[in-house]
């Protein structure tokens, strides 16, 4: 005769019936980390892009947590069940999210807990990411180490195995094999999300409320001719694709999210024939179709122009678009993606449009020098007479002064600091009722 399985006893059930989740507050955040670096088999360094943390509680006693980052950037099992290509897989990314994190407390010990967390987790998901970023989910994913676990309490919650990783990790831009493939689950968290996915927009997909820009016919033609200036490095001869028709393919990809060559060309390969011939594409005379530019044609183009001659042309463009008394930021970052032949990081310098969101220059900072003597680079091709323009405390210098005001007939506004005293001090002693305005002040 068998044996029955033992039944759960009843301050068991009580205890599920009654767990609460929820976000943890700002003042727990150390707690929270503490324990999942103590207690989690994987440890904790951070949660990446996009993040909450959960922690399910039973009379204020914390039982459980549970933390969401970012998508896995690169998963080909949850890629193949979506079906969406490269383009709008890094367009629609931030609609999926993954439970890098979920610890049971080792003090805890109930019954179907992990299940019952997880499943009161998935219900409140995707209000409160919309709450917090503005946006919904529309699927959630794990990673679950086939070493240590089965993916039990996933399974019992419907979520569905995908298969395999191929063992491989990201440490900062590259990739190692660690030779410890581990099971992908996923999780709809809407149930026509799947569909939603693959499609080519997506309501909300604006994480800010941002006005969109409105170009005229007049502004795209003045697009076109600013592209044309652009000159084409290649050789004449063997040429199919216009360089125009190929930028032009180019950037629509990229404000659609592409963000590679190949995400571009799938971008073009799934325009329709109409959309082709208005980006001026190659028309096929034999078939009497209009034929995209390849991966390679692309790269080519896009590895061989000028990256100065794009810019201009670019700069000229939003320039002419906005003008005058607008607002320009002047900004420097440090792209940690992005290294020289020596290893050195590179560091960019920038002029942005605060109204319209964007930016119309920016030079590289070489490792020999720093920020002031580029600001000069940056802004000599401009035409910003009547704009102001914003710079921080590194900048407020006199030379640069003089060349916004002299040079360009642009007014600026400079950040004073400590570290120059003596500036600091004279304008506390100056009389600002007797000081003339530049400009009628109401």
């Known amino acids: 005769m068998s044996k029955k399985e033992p039944e759960k006893s009843t301050p068991d059930i009580r205890i599920l019936q009654s767990i609460e989740i929820r976000p943890i507050k700002r003042e727990e955040r150390a707690q929270w980390d503490a324990l999942v670096r103590q207690h989690h088999y994987l440890g904790l360094h951070t949660l990446i892009g996009e993040t909450i943390r959960y922690v399910a509680t039973h009379h204020e006693q914390w039982l459980a947590l549970i933390g969401w980052s970012a998508a896995a950037l690169k998963c080909k099992a949850r890629d193949q069940w979506i079906g969406w290509p490269s383009f709008l897989k890094t367009k629609h990314l931030a609609f999926v999210a993954n439970n890098s994190r979920f610890l049971i407390l080792p003090s805890i010990h109930i019954p179907n807990l992990a299940s019952r967390v997880l499943a009161l987790n998935l219900k409140r998901l995707s209000d409160d990411w919309q709450t917090l970023y503005g946006h919904p989910l529309y699927l959630a994913e794990t990673f679950v180490d086939p070493r240590h676990f089965k993916g039990t309490c996933y399974k019992a919650q419907g979520w569905l195995f995908l298969g395999h990783t191929r063992g491989f990790s990201k440490c900062s831009t590259r990739y190692y094999h660690h030779g410890n493939p581990k099971m992908v689950f996923v999780r709809l968290l809407h149930p026509d999300g799947k569909r939603m996915l693959r499609e080519p927009f997506i309501e909300n997909l604006s994480f800010q409320e941002v006005k969109p820009m409105q170009l005229s016919l007049k502004h795209a033609e003045s697009l076109k001719e600013h592209l044309s200036s652009i000159p084409d490095p ?209």
């Open 234 to 442: 290649r050789l004449r001869r063997g040429i199919r694709h216009r360089k125009l028709s190929v930028l032009t393919t180019a950037l629509c990809a990229i404000i659609c999210s592409a963000n590679s060559f190949i995400a571009i060309a799938d971008w073009a390969k799934a325009c329709t024939q109409s959309m082709l011939k208005r980006l001026g594409c190659r028309l096929n005379p034999k078939t009497r179709r209009y034929e995209p530019p390849s991966e390679p044609t692309i790269r080519r183009l896009l590895q061989l122009i000028d990256a100065n001659a794009v810019d201009q042309a670019f700069s000229n463009w939003f320039r002419s678009l906005t003008g005058e008394n607008i607002a320009i930021a002047i900004d420097g970052k440090t792209l940690k993606g992005a290294r020289q032949q020596d290893g050195s990081q590179v560091h960019l310098l920038s002029a942005f449009l605060q109204q319209k969101g964007i930016v119309i220059a920016q030079c590289e900072v070489e490792s020999t020098t720093n920020e002031i003597p580029v600001v000069k680079q940056l802004l000599e091709p401009l035409a910003i007479q009547g704009s102001v323009v914003t710079l921080d405390a590194l900048h407020t210098q006199k030379s640069t002064a003089e060349f916004l005001v002299k040079e360009k007939g642009a007014d600026y506004l400079f950040t004073v600091k400590d570290n120059q005293p003596t500036l600091k001090q004279r304008i506390r002693d100056l009389d600002l009722v007797s000081f003339p305005p530049s400009a009628p002040n109401d």
